[in-house]
């Protein structure tokens, strides 16, 4: 499993989802421009949002597959999320996966929350490689994986699903040599040299 993980970072909280993200999470989810990227279901109904806070998203933290906290500011409003996902712990990698809320774009959230939760990723005993996939089309999502310091890798034919149809996927890495080597110091996301997450648990497969 993961463990029970909550990351602050200047201004900005990694938490895991409770009840009260059940609305904002029901606004963001069927959000246009989301919808356009992200095969989620639409609508997205209050049910699901509310399976997620309640449920979901804490099942599969235990069972290993993933980690999906919510990004909220220091008032704890909820600003969007961000997550660990297709985790293969015998190959020791993940994927991150992130979206923020419209009136939240714009401000390096994405970016910065991305960056924090594949460094911590990175930093566990059993992570070696994260990666973030993107539609050619999905200019913000590149933008996010070059300002975080991941590599681009190339493109996965036909790799992924949106509503539209199949679509070709950008494939973008960050491995644990990059941050000994000093890459995420070299791009200008405001993301920390050193996490210091409040665990509860140890990291198992």
């Not at 356009?36 to 997620?52: D, G």
């Not at 991150?96 to 990723?121: E, F, N």
């Amino acid at each position: 499993m993961f463990p029970l993980t909550r990351l602050v970072v200047d201004d900005l909280v990694f938490r895991p989802f409770g009840k009260d993200d059940t609305e904002p999470l029901v606004i963001g989810c069927n959000d246009p421009e989301l919808q356009r990227w992200l095969p989620l279901p639409f609508p997205y109904t209050r049910e699901l949002a509310s399976a997620w806070v309640t449920t979901e998203a804490e099942r599969r933290r235990v069972e290993g597959e993933g980690l999906h906290l919510a990004i909220a500011d220091a008032a704890d409003q909820f600003l969007g999320n961000v997550s660990l996902k297709k985790t293969h712990w015998r190959h020791g990698h993940t994927e991150v996966g992130y979206w923020v809320m419209p009136a939240a774009r714009g401000r390096g959230i994405a970016t910065a929350a991305a960056g924090t939760l594949s460094r911590w990723a990175l930093q566990q005993e059993r992570i070696f490689r994260v990666e973030l996939t993107a539609a050619p089309g999905d200019i913000a999502s590149q933008r996010v994986a070059e300002k975080a310091g991941f590599s681009f890798e190339g493109i996965a034919r036909s790799g992924g699903i949106i509503h539209s149809g199949r679509t070709d996927l950008k494939i973008y890495s960050l491995i644990r040599a990059d941050l000994d080597r000093g890459v995420q110091r070299a791009t200008n996301s405001p993301l920390p040299t050193d996490l210091a997450p409040t665990l509860d648990g140890d990291v198992a497969g």
